[in-house]
């Protein structure tokens, strides 16, 4: 569209792989899944955070292809999924991702506590075009 930037301003896969490291606790995959899972859920949320928060791909299935390329070499051990794959068990496991990583923002976020900071709480914000909290 000839309103949106032109240029590809996307983080650069190490500074994804920062945001990985700071949102994505290892013990993330140490959480109970279905028996005939095989996708861990650290890296089922990078890819959810790949495809839809990263991505500038049109379709699902574009974007999902980007999502396993990028994981497969952030995260090279993971085992990523189909795009059918990814959305069934985001449906199944979505809720449990989200709370380990709303936890995780509460616990790290005050580690932040000066650099950015509006009356003494950090000073963030999101745009809510690629995400709902």
Not at 5 to 16: A, E
């Amino acid at each position: 569209m000839s309103h949106q930037d032109s240029t590809d301003r996307r983080t650069s896969f190490s500074n994804l792989e920062a945001v990985f490291e700071f949102l994505l606790p290892a013990e993330l995959d140490d959480s109970r899944r279905h028996g005939n899972a095989t996708i861990g859920c650290r890296t089922l949320a990078a890819m959810a955070l790949v495809c839809w928060g990263w991505s500038s791909r049109r379709t699902l299935s574009q974007k999902m292809t980007e999502a396993s390329e990028v994981v497969a070499s952030l995260m090279p051990d993971a085992q990523t999924a189909s795009r059918q794959g990814v959305c069934q068990a985001l449906r199944r496991c979505g809720q449990q991702i989200q709370n380990v990583i709303w936890e995780r923002l509460q616990q790290e976020l005050p580690r932040l506590k000066g650099y950015w900071t509006t009356a003494g709480r950090p000073t963030f914000a999101i745009d809510g075009t690629k995400f709902t909290a």
